[in-house]
């Protein structure tokens, strides 16, 4: 594991290249969701799986503007960051919510939204492991 101290500073510009690329990532696995979901005869978990892609897209733009505006505050970080950290469990209990509830009334649609979700964090990890990569760590 790198220590903290040696990773490198991202700049905004590299990280929003890299939050495009995730985007457009979550955007073709869609796409292959729906088609792969209804070669399976299993449609409902297709649009499951873009369901949780989305949401998972929202979410990582949600926190992106958050932090952007916390940036822009410059007082007392730790206080301000309160409201972000509370705003961020709402969501993320709201979409937990939302994947128990279709479980449980429609399970292809709970089951690819899990998926879905899971597709969009294992794609937004590789893209910023992937410009922490490119920008170099130091020695």
């Known amino acids: 594991m790198i220590p903290a ?3 490198p500073d991202l700049d905004a510009a590299r990280l ?4 495009r690329r995730t985007r457009i990532g979550a955007f073709a696995l869609g796409v292959v969701a729906l088609v792969v979901g ?3 005869n299993e449609p409902l978990g297709g649009l499951g799986a873009v369901v949780g892609l989305v949401a998972g897209a929202l979410n990582t733009r949600s926190i992106d503007g958050a932090v952007a505006r916390l940036r822009g505050l410059g ?4 206080a301000s960051r309160k409201p972000l950290v509370g705003r961020t469990l709402g969501r993320l209990g709201v979409v937990t919510a939302v994947v128990v509830a279709m479980l449980a009334v429609e399970p292809p649609i709970g089951l690819g939204m899990i998926v879905g979700l899971v ?3 294992a794609l937004f990890l590789a893209s910023m492991l992937g410009a922490v990569i490119r920008s170099g760590v130091s020695s």
């Open 16 to 19: 929003g290249r890299a939050l």
């Open 119 to 121: 597709l969009y964090q």
């Open 38 to 40: 209804g070669l399976v």
């Open 5 to 7: 101290d040696r990773l």
């Open 75 to 78: 007082t007392d970080v730790k």
